[in-house]
């Protein structure tokens, strides 16, 4: 029996397993078989506190895990397959082992949709990135490119418009699927254009990005087009099917919180970017992470 078990661990899951782990609680993670969410992805860090000259994301996951193991947490590294939050304790199965606690806090993450090239995948954290915001300010002065037609990537261009000398939109329709009034600062913004009924069909670069192949979706006409760095845009997936029937999730599959972390389950708390769409940080999640976890504690000490 378990006083938290956590599910996930990204900055959300890490960090509530500090808090709950010092505060003598007894705590599981539940990290999953590739443990350390999105930022084992991310090639350098520059915008989580107290690292002036940045930190590769696998190191700064490292040093956070390493901090919840310190503090006593217990680390699983294999997925949960099942949930029961019918009755209490509450009951997670990891293939057929059940575990039990006497809370739950769900910090499984979303994972950000692909594109699904090998050269893609290969250049991950070399100039192909999904977070404007993380990594804009290493594109100064340079050619980017970012690929989709809603509101994410009309966001993510116009944060790359304040670095970057260019920026073009691919997308693979005539129209973009964004709200008017991003459609609108597009539009007005001089270092931005968009290349219409196109999609990317390859990758160009092998240690860093050096261009993109395009195709027509209408026709068999490719253009090769120079770029320092690829963005993907076309939207995220919450890690939220265990949940499905269980939580209230909204229309896109993401958790719905009240008062911050707490779900429609009185125990289950729930933290980062299964929840939070809007921000998608490391140090918001982290801060999620913290929340969680003392309104895990506040929940233990009143039953």
């Known amino acids: 029996m378990y006083d938290i078990i956590i599910i996930g661990s990204g900055p959300a899951g890490l960090t509530a397993a500090i808090y709950s782990s010092r505060a003598t609680l007894k705590t599981l993670v539940i990290s999953g078989a590739s443990w350390g969410g999105q930022l084992m992805l991310a090639e350098k860090v520059e915008n989580y506190p107290g690292f002036k000259e940045g930190i590769l994301g696998p190191d700064l996951m490292k040093i956070i895990y390493k901090q919840a193991e310190h503090f006593g947490a217990e680390m699983l590294f294999e997925n949960a397959s099942a949930v029961d939050f019918s009755s209490k304790p509450f009951k997670i199965w990891v293939g057929d082992k059940k575990y039990e606690g006497r809370s739950v806090i769900i910090a499984t993450g979303a994972s950000a949709k692909w594109l699904g090239l090998d050269s893609e995948k290969r250049l991950r954290g070399k100039g192909v990135s999904i977070c404007a915001t993380c990594d804009a300010a290493f594109f100064k002065d340079k050619r980017t490119v970012v690929v989709g037609g809603g509101d994410t990537a009309m966001e993510e261009a116009l944060t ?33 254009g968009i290349i219409w009924n196109s999609i990317v069909k390859e990758i160009l670069g092998e240690e860093k990005v050096k261009g993109v192949i395009l195709k027509k979706v209408d026709s068999n006409e490719k253009i090769e087009l120079k770029c320092n760095a690829v963005f993907i845009a ?18 896109r599959g993401y958790i719905i919180a009240k008062d911050m972390t707490k779900t429609n389950v009185e125990g289950v708390l729930v933290a ?20 969680a976890a003392l309104d895990a504690e506040r929940f233990l000490g009143e039953i």
């Open 234 to 251: 076309i939207g995220y997936k919450p890690n939220t099917e265990i949940f499905k029937g269980k939580l209230e999730l909204d229309q």
């Open 272 to 291: 980062g970017d299964v929840e939070d769409y809007n921000y998608r940080q490391a140090i918001t999640a982290a801060g999620a992470g913290c929340k």
């Open 160 to 192: 790359l418009s304040k670095f970057a000398n260019e920026v073009k939109i691919v997308h693979r329709r005539d129209k973009l699927r964004a709200s008017k009034a991003l459609q609108e600062r597009v539009f007005k913004n001089p270092k931005i």
